[in-house]
């Protein structure tokens, strides 16, 4: 007999609604009147697969005069000459994957900073997560390079030092997806199989993964993780082995899109 998890509710007329981890879309015709009225921009998505939280949208049309005048930084944008607008972190990104065309909400720059920082804290925080063994490595061959440049250091005096952040500029146009208008057509992935479901960061997520699911994990790092129900796969490979899968549906009260 299977036993009841006292954590969890019973299903009934006291079971609470699933938890919303992301924002809700706006319906097709909001998006319309909120583009008309220079309120919304439309783009095409584009994750950094160096380090997936951080997004990009290029505009695909050039922002109508209401809109710049209703977001003074738009105001001489050109298409393909101009910054892309910054989409920072996963919730902001609202369930947009590559190639999706978005309809973008602007930030004021103030906003867009301060999510900009909390992001790069972040995500210098999951950086810090190694392991000791890593670690004590990763310092080993610090301390070999300083010894080694050390000698050095002497001659190169004169020299002036260069800038390893260039790549760390503030972006100047951020936004948040609030809808998505077309999506990528293409939505199947390769990746790997797997009985180990995702770790938990987030608590909102925790409770809406059912038991019966795989992990799927893309070989494309800008590719979210997905959940594979059990039953749909005839046999479940190693977890080393490579299979495709289809990105079905993500509602808003899971973390992970589902997928076949």
């Known amino acids: ?13 006291q079971s609470p609604a699933p938890r919303k981890v992301f924002a809700e879309h706006y319906p097709p015709k909001k998006v319309t ?9 439309r783009g095409v998505m584009r994750i950094n697969p160096k380090n997936p939280t951080d997004a990009y949208v290029s505009l695909d049309e050039s922002p ?31 369930r947009a994957i590559n190639n999706d065309v978005v309809a973008v909400k602007l930030l004021t720059r103030k906003a867009g900073r301060q999510l900009y920082k909390a992001n790069r804290m972040g995500y210098d925080k999951r950086m810090d997560k190694i392991t000791a063994q890593r670690r004590a490595r990763l310092d080993r061959m610090a301390d070999y390079v300083k ?32 809808a998505i208008i077309t999506p990528n057509s293409d939505r199947v992935f390769v990746g790997t199989l797997s009985n180990r479901l995702p770790a938990h960061r987030d608590s909102r997520a925790s409770d809406n993964i059912p038991l019966d699911m795989l992990q799927f ?10 959940l594979v129900p059990k039953d749909s796969v005839p046999e479940i490979p190693h977890h080393k082995d490579i299979c495709a899968v289809r990105m079905e549906l993500w509602p808003e009260t899971s973390k992970y899109p589902m997928a076949t």
């Open 217 to 226: 994990k893309p070989l494309d790092p800008a590719v979210p993780l997905m």
């Open 64 to 94: 109508s005069p209401l809109a710049q005048r209703k977001n003074p930084e738009l105001q001489g944008y050109v298409v393909g000459n101009s910054s892309d607008i910054y989409i920072c972190g996963k919730d902001s990104r609202n």
């Open 147 to 178: 010894n080694v440049n050390a000698e050095a250091a002497s001659d190169d005096a004169a020299e002036p030092q260069t800038s390893n952040d260039s790549g760390a500029r503030m972006p100047e146009l951020f936004g948040v997806v609030v």
């Open 33 to 41: 009147a909120l583009m008309d009225a220079g309120l919304l921009v």
């Open 1 to 13: 007999m299977r036993a009841v998890t006292p954590a969890k509710p019973l299903h009934g007329s």
